[in-house]
């Protein structure tokens, strides 16, 4: 079973709008909490990350994301999106075991397409 | 730096025939990752490295195995493809475990 959801499949909103991305983990405990991109042709790669302190992090290209603890959920945002956003977003997680970390898991992306 | 290589880039293969996916990274990282890739699944972890000299293990390990051979190098071993095996793969490393992931490029593996 997915312990990581991505609540919307397919994005498809304009220039200059703003871009909310849900990420929802089904485990409690100590986690780590990343979101990775994949443009068109490109390698995946690290967009923010969360391990500790301010729940709020940004990142690169302008986006941030949101740590809510109580909703086991770490929402990416972008206030003001441009066609070059275009790409496929995934929520990854990583919880504690003990004294270690357990094994990564991916939501199943989400593929935005920005409209000129 | 050229990051995270992974060999080759494009595979057919008929049902049955085996194959090794190459891997490696110039970071020294510690860690290293074999995912596969399939619409509307995301990443599924195969099997990973926390570590030189060990292996565990992913979410889907069936049918396959790996051998890290060193510190750099990281490769994926199909013995006997099936088409539920059509899928692209990711490598992936990092400086440590639990640690962002840097990825390669993938290998766009078919299995007919």
């Known amino acids: 079973a997915q312990s990581v959801s991505q609540h919307n499949h397919h994005v498809i909103l304009s220039e200059a709008a703003s871009l909310e991305l849900g990420c929802n983990y089904s485990y409690g405990g100590t986690v780590n909490l990343f979101w990775y991109v994949q443009y068109p042709g490109q390698h995946l790669q690290l967009l923010l990350k969360?391990?500790?302190?301010?729940?709020l992090v940004k990142g690169i290209k302008g986006f941030e994301a949101e740590f809510i603890k109580s909703k086991f959920s770490f929402n990416l945002r972008k206030p003001s999106v441009q066609w070059s956003d275009t790409a496929e977003y995934f929520c990854?997680?990583?919880?504690?075991?003990?004294?270690?970390?357990?094994?990564?898991?991916f939501g199943a992306g989400t593929q935005v397409v920005v409209t000129p | 730096n050229a990051g995270v290589t992974q060999t080759p880039k494009f595979q057919v293969l008929k049902t049955g025939q085996s194959m090794t996916l190459q891997c490696a990274q110039d970071m020294n990282h510690n860690s290293m990752y074999w995912y596969r890739q399939d619409p509307g699944m995301g990443l599924r972890l195969i099997y990973y490295s926390a570590s030189e000299g060990t292996t565990d293990k992913g979410e889907v390990p069936n049918g396959y195995n790996v051998s890290r051979l060193n510190k750099r190098e990281f490769s994926l071993r199909l013995e006997s493809a099936a088409p539920s095996q059509t899928s692209v793969y990711f490598c992936?490393?990092?400086?440590?475990?639990?640690?962002?992931?840097?990825f390669g490029p993938g290998t766009r593996l078919t299995v007919l």
């Open positions: 990854a997680v990583n919880r504690a075991t003990g004294d270690s970390w357990g094994k990564f898991q």
């Open positions: 992936a490393s990092g400086r440590v475990y639990g640690d962002t992931q840097y």
């Open positions: 969360y391990f500790s302190g301010d729940p």
